[in-house]
């Protein structure tokens, strides 16, 4: 897999994350704990996207 491939791989996840955040929020009966779990989730795929891209740009 190319590392351009592997970046858009990577943020498609981190919408989705997005996206499943926004519909938990969104619920009376919210999971504190499942929430911030998956945005530490979003961090780290954030972090890693920005990594990469760093990488991409230096080769």
Same mark, same amino acid.
């Given at each position: 897999?190319?590392?351009?491939?592997?970046?858009?791989?990577?943020?498609?996840?981190?919408?989705?994350?997005?996206?499943?955040?926004?519909?938990?929020?969104?619920?009376?009966?919210? /999971? /504190?704990?499942?929430?911030?779990?998956?945005?530490?989730?979003?961090?780290?795929?954030? /972090?890693?996207?920005?990594?990469?891209?760093?990488?991409?740009?230096?080769?």
């Amino acid at each position: 897999m190319s590392l351009e491939a592997h970046i858009q791989e990577l943020e498609a996840k981190r919408q989705q994350l997005k996206q499943t955040i926004a519909e938990l929020m969104a619920h009376p009966s919210v /999971d /504190d704990i499942e929430i911030a779990r998956l945005k530490r989730e979003k961090l780290h795929i954030k /972090d890693e996207i920005a990594r990469l891209k760093k990488e991409l740009g230096a080769a």
